[in-house]
């Protein structure tokens, strides 16, 4: 798991933003963003300093881009 500031995380996140390299975006029952990658790979993150709606906001940002958001 990585911990990060949302800064930081989007920083991280910027050159994926593509379903040509994430298939599913989700978050786990304590809060944590799972990404899930068309290669297989999977990541996890607990983003330190945001709030649960800008969590869903980034779902929702994701979903927008053709992302899969498992809800």
């Keep these: 798991m990585n911990t990060c500031s949302l800064s930081e995380f989007m920083q991280t996140l910027t050159p994926w933003?593509?379903?040509?390299?994430?298939?599913?975006?989700?978050?786990?029952?304590k809060g944590h963003l799972i990404l899930l990658f068309t290669d297989g790979i999977q990541n996890v993150y607990n983003i330190d300093d945001c709030t649960e709606t800008q969590l869903k906001e980034i779902l929702d940002n994701l979903k927008k881009k053709g992302i899969y958001v498992e809800e």
């Excluded at 298939?23 to 029952?29: E, M, R, V």
């Design 17 to 29: 933003l593509s379903s040509d390299y994430l298939k599913k975006a989700s978050l786990d029952d």
